[in-house]
């Protein structure tokens, strides 16, 4: 059974900081990979996609890399700011490209 | 373009009773989900549909009952609630060609006293 594991739990940087987010799951046969922003009393809004034969995505201040054959994904967030703060979460998809598995999240606060 | 979209937005039932939480999209997706997200335990999948006339079980699919509608719509019915079903609801649908790619509603509140 797949387990998603995210580390730390909770984070609070001052704002301007480089960060990064961690994810590691234990069964490497993956279809693909989803970063997702939740804010409080809100929806998962999907932030990158990695599809298992790619190894990194951007989008703008955004980074997110896979590395398949050691279980980990890791999310970078340059130059942080306080509308960063939210809740952020890693799903892995199974090889049949359908269903998720989600880690628990991490807790980002971004200090002005 | 609303993408996807559930009703209620929050519910409160008594024990026993029963309802369906409805989800919509939008955006010509053949396949749908059912997550309830509950503090300690992340996002768990009750239902999906991969296609239009097909449903299957997630990790946490008793006291639960689905129906694809058509392509646009799924929905969750509890027969019997119980507090064990008080949580946070929310649909999701993807498509192949997006590489599966989840979108997910607003999600429903759902307490049951």
């Known amino acids: 059974k797949q387990e998603v594991t995210q580390i730390p739990a909770a984070l609070s940087v001052p704002e301007g900081e480089n960060l990064v987010l961690n994810c590691s799951f234990t069964?490497?046969?993956?279809?693909?990979l989803q970063w997702f922003r939740q804010d409080p009393g809100k929806g998962l809004t999907s932030l990158l996609l990695?599809?298992?034969?790619?190894r990194e995505q951007t989008s703008g201040r955004l980074n997110a890399s896979l590395d398949k054959s050691s279980g980990r994904s890791t999310l970078y967030i340059a130059a942080s700011q306080p509308g960063d703060s939210a809740t952020y979460l890693c799903?892995?998809?199974?090889?049949?490209?359908?269903?998720?598995?989600f880690g628990e999240g991490t807790q980002l606060t971004v200090n002005p | 373009n609303a993408g996807v979209t559930q009703t209620p937005k929050f519910q409160v039932l008594k024990t026993g009773q029963s309802m369906t939480l409805q989800c919509a999209q939008d955006?010509?997706?053949?396949?749908m989900y059912w997550y309830r997200q509950d503090p300690g335990m992340g996002l768990r999948l009750i239902y999906y549909?991969?296609?239009?006339?097909?449903?299957d079980k997630g990790e946490v699919p008793n006291g639960y009952n689905v129906s694809r509608l058509n392509k646009r719509e799924f929905s969750l019915r509890l027969e019997s609630a119980a507090p064990s079903q008080t949580s946070v609801y929310f649909c999701?649908?993807?498509?192949?060609?997006?590489?599966?790619?989840?979108?997910f509603g607003p999600g429903t509140r759902l307490t049951v006293t």
């Open positions: 999701a649908s993807s498509e192949v060609q997006a590489a599966y790619e989840q979108y």
């Open positions: 069964d490497s046969a993956i279809y693909n």
């Open positions: 990695i599809q298992s034969s790619q």
């Open positions: 799903a892995v998809g199974k090889t049949s490209g359908s269903r998720l598995t």
């Open positions: 955006m010509n997706h053949n396949s």
């Open positions: 549909s991969a296609s239009e006339g097909t449903t």
